[in-house]
């Protein structure tokens, strides 16, 4: 099975940047997309942006839009999401997860497996 482990969070002040990552590790062969989301308490899982597997095509919520970049490292079956000028309501725990298929990927009924989540905290 799929294997996703997130790193990078921390609490840092707004304006900072961070750079998360997210590992993935198994049999891959059958993702389509890996995408970032993040959720804070009582709130649903919030689509962030995503990179699909093969092509690299990436998209990016407007809410994070010029903020927020995806990258991925093929050799290393590695994830980032760069987070430059950070807000206090970016605050979140931030989740990536494996998709397959052609379903809708800011949906995150529609993904897989998923990290364990790592924590972002934005003060002002």
């Known amino acids: 099975q799929v294997h996703l482990a997130e790193s990078g969070g921390g609490r840092v002040q707004a304006g900072a940047s961070l750079r998360l990552s997210c590992v993935v590790a198994?049999?891959?062969?059958?993702?389509?997309?890996v995408g970032w989301f993040r959720q804070t308490p009582g709130k649903e899982r919030e689509f962030v942006a995503r990179i699909t597997w093969n092509g690299g095509h990436t998209y990016v919520d407007d809410s994070v839009k010029g903020r927020y970049t995806i990258s991925r490292d093929n050799d290393a079956n590695t994830i980032y999401l760069q987070m430059n000028d950070l807000r206090p309501e970016d605050t979140a725990v931030y989740y990536c997860?494996?998709?397959?298929?052609?379903?809708?990927?800011?949906?995150?009924?529609?993904?897989?497996?998923w990290g364990q989540g790592t924590q972002v905290t934005v003060s002002s």
């Open positions: 198994g049999p891959t062969a059958d993702i389509t997309s």
């Open positions: 997860g494996e998709k397959r298929g052609i379903s809708s990927s800011i949906n995150p009924t529609y993904y897989g497996y």
